[in-house]
């Protein structure tokens, strides 16, 4: 059973979504009385990020931590110093952003217990989405998870999605180093290379935001992501 869920949210510049996503996380009621721990941290933003999540805080802090790095280090980064004060049965990562629903986290739980799972991603290509994607949003993913499907040798149709439901306990053994977006492969690599873990995936939805509303990953992460998968895997 899943006693409590850490949250980790890394947050990096995002004034104009930061307090719709705290309040969906903090409305959040997981299935099966499961007890929520909310990390923040916020990446050295240089907008209005971290007064915003302070002002939010002092109406709901139960369970929070809040964490300030002292420089900007990435997501990777963020994660880690996340990482260092959850105390959950699992965890799942929260991007600041609008492109995914919380509400969704809680079917990865429910496959996480039904089928004793120790790692649920949340695919954004198993399904149809209401909202247009991208195509070389489409074309990079596709390519990155077939390349992370070949390696494991397990069927894997969204490497790069945040939504990863992840037992604690496995990351006690596992060094993370990438400090950016590497994050996403270094950590499915590091998993899902270990043949004893019961892996599973379901669709979640998906809003697809522009650079323009915000969104930071560009193509020389997609490189250094396929550098990572290499890396990683070898």
Known sequence: MIGK????????????????????????????DIKKQVIIVDDRSTDESASRIENILRENNAGTHFI?????GGKGSAIRA????????????????????PQDINKLIEVAISNKADVVYGSRFLIKQPYPVPLKTKIANRFLS?????MTV???????TCYKLIRSSLLKNIQLKENRFGFEPEITMKLLRNKDIIYREIPISYKARSAND?????LTDGVRALICLIKYRF
Not at 7 to 29: A, D, G, H, R, T
Not at 93 to 100: H, R, S, Y
Not at 146 to 150: A, C, G, I
């Open 146 to 150: 077939l390349m992370t499907s070949l």
């Open 214 to 218: 915000g969104k930071k990953i560009g």
């Open 154 to 160: 397990r069927k894997i149709t969204d490497m790069e």
């Open 68 to 72: 300030k790095q002292k420089v900007n």
């Open 5 to 32: 869920l850490s949250i980790i949210i890394p947050v990096f510049n995002e004034e104009k979504n930061i307090e719709e996503v705290l309040q969906n996380i903090f409305s959040l009621q997981l299935s099966f």
């Open 82 to 101: 996340g990482l260092s004060v959850a105390t959950g049965d699992f965890l799942i990562i929260q991007d600041a952003d609008l492109e995914l629903n």
